[in-house]
C-alpha cells in the first residue's frame, strides 16, 4: 500500500510561482511511475505530468516549458515546480503513484487527496 499526502497548493496572481510536494508514505517501491493530475470545476481530470524510477519525465503540452516535474527519492517526496502560472492552471492537483511503467499506465493505482491552487489575475 501507498500513501499520498499532498501540499503547497495556494493563491498565486497570474505570472507567479507555487511548488507542489507530494509525500510517499508506505511501500515506497510500489510507487515506480508518479505522477501529477489537475481537475478544475467543471471539467475532466487530465493528466500534467509522470516521472518514473529512472527520471524519464513527460508533460502536458499545456504546461511543457512552465511545470517541472522532479522527485527526491532519499526524502521519498514528488515535486511540481509551478512557473508562469495562468488562469487556467487553476484546478485541484492531484498525486498519483503505480508500481507499473509509465508507458503502461492508464489508471494509477493510488491517489493523494489533492490540493488547490488557484491563479488570479
Known amino acids: 500500500q501507498v500513501q499520498l499526502v499532498e501540499s503547497g497548493g495556494g493563491s498565486v496572481q497570474v505570472g507567479g510561482s507555487l511548488r507542489l510536494s507530494c509525500a510517499v508514505f508506505g511501500d515506497t517501491y510500489s510507487a515506480y511511475c508518479m505522477g501529477w493530475f489537475r481537475q478544475a470545476p467543471g471539467k475532466e481530470r487530465e493528466g500534467v505530468a509522470t516521472i518514473d524510477g529512472d527520471g524519464n519525465t513527460s508533460y502536458a503540452d499545456s504546461v511543457k516549458g512552465r511545470f517541472t516535474i522532479s522527485q527526491d527519492n532519499a526524502k521519498n517526496t514528488l515535486y511540481l515546480q509551478m512557473n508562469s502560472l495562468k488562469p487556467e492552471d487553476t484546478a485541484m492537483y492531484y498525486c498519483?503513484?503505480?508500481?507499473?511503467?509509465?508507458?503502461?499506465?492508464?489508471?494509477?493505482?493510488?491517489w493523494g487527496q489533492g490540493t488547490q491552487v488557484t491563479v488570479s489575475s
Open positions: 498519483a503513484a503505480d508500481w507499473r511503467s509509465c508507458q503502461v499506465v492508464t489508471k494509477f493505482t493510488y
